[in-house]
């Protein structure tokens, strides 16, 4: 019960503050060890934040950000009003949701079946296949696919051509229907095996007493990774789709920029490869401030919204 005595509840914070600071002293090891990664957070992370300002203001380069005239809402307005706003909406969410449904549980599958593998052999190998295109850069890819699906002279068209399944030049790059399905299918050829790699330390930690039982009563490799290895894994997964989900607008410039081209603009303009045009190429800096802001709010919302999903639905969320 705490004392009623004000003299003793306003010694309380500084008895709190004591035992605080024993216990900094007791880790301060721990701390000295983690003070270079929260320098570099704080630099890098937190004193850029300022910049979030231009947003707000009709920045101009020679006044700076302090020196600038302040515009309210202005350029968030603008946004709204866009012509093309809804279809930047539109392309950016179908991407991202095309490429979590495709490619998330894609490794999932592939590490429960690299766990059930009996050969060593055989799953070094498969791995070292499924992790090898990860370290392929996204303009190499580009380029692979851009050399493999040219509308003459690449490898499927002339394939295609021979089997008589299609006749002249194949104009898969330029046609807006195909371009979703390269952008997600060729990210998912590309991180699967990598992205597999947690699933496959999380299945390090299972309990191998429950798989001896599990032999005992009869059950195959199939019933195991489904009624064992899936439930061990389930709060890493749950994280994982916490964390994809709060990057849903945040589809990744370089790839989208690279694949986009005049004829398929109308499946390849998100909002990612929209700011740099506005932002950098046409030096629109506090519209593409006020865009990226945007982004960067509706993501942290989606963050929040499926984190409480998650724990009401029994899961443990991100914090």
């Not at 101009?60 to 515009?71: A, D, L, N, Q, R």
């Not at 052999?121 to 992790?131: C, E, F, N, P, W």
């Not at 994280?239 to 499946?267: D, H, P, R, S, Y």
């Not at 030096?283 to 990226?292: L, T």
Request: hydrophobic share 50%; net charge positive.
């Amino acid at each position: 019960m705490i004392d009623s005595n004000p003299v003793i509840r306003a010694q309380a914070p500084t008895r709190l503050f004591s035992r605080k600071l024993l216990k900094v002293r007791e880790n301060i090891g721990l701390y000295v060890l983690v003070l270079p990664a929260l320098i570099y957070v704080l630099v890098f992370e937190y004193v850029p934040l300022y910049g979030i300002l231009i947003a707000f203001e009709n920045f101009k380069p020679v006044k700076g950000i302090w020196g600038s005239e302040w515009v309210g809402l202005y350029h968030f307005e603008r946004l709204f009003k866009l012509d093309m706003f809804w279809t930047l909406i539109k392309n950016t969410l179908s991407l991202s949701l095309y490429s979590l449904l495709a490619g998330f549980p894609i490794p999932i599958v592939l590490a429960l079946a690299l766990n059930s593998a009996n050969s060593k052999r055989l799953k070094s190998i498969v791995q070292t296949v499924t992790y090898a295109p990860h370290f392929i850069s996204t303009v190499v890819l580009v380029g692979m696919l851009n050399v493999f699906l040219a509308p003459r002279l690449g490898i499927v068209s002339q394939f295609l051509n021979f089997l008589g399944l299609t006749h002249g030049p194949l104009m898969i790059l330029s046609d807006p229907e195909f371009f979703g399905h390269l952008y997600v299918w060729s990210g998912v050829w590309q991180g699967m095996g990598w992205g597999s790699i947690i699933y496959l330390a999380a299945l390090s930690g299972v309990d191998t007493s429950l798989h001896e039982a599990s032999i005992v009563d009869g059950a195959n490799k199939f019933q195991r990774a489904f009624y064992i290895d899936l439930p061990s894994i389930m709060p890493t997964i749950v994280t994982l789709l916490i964390l994809n989900c709060g990057g849903m607008l945040g589809v990744g410039f370089e790839k989208a920029f690279l694949m986009q081209n005049a004829l398929n603009l109308g499946a390849s303009e998100v909002i990612s490869t929209y700011v740099y045009k506005v932002g950098l190429l046409q030096s629109q800096y506090s519209f593409s401030a006020a865009v990226g802001l945007f982004n960067s709010v509706v993501n942290l919302l989606l963050l929040l919204t499926v984190n409480k999903l998650a724990k009401k639905l029994g899961q443990s969320g991100i914090f």
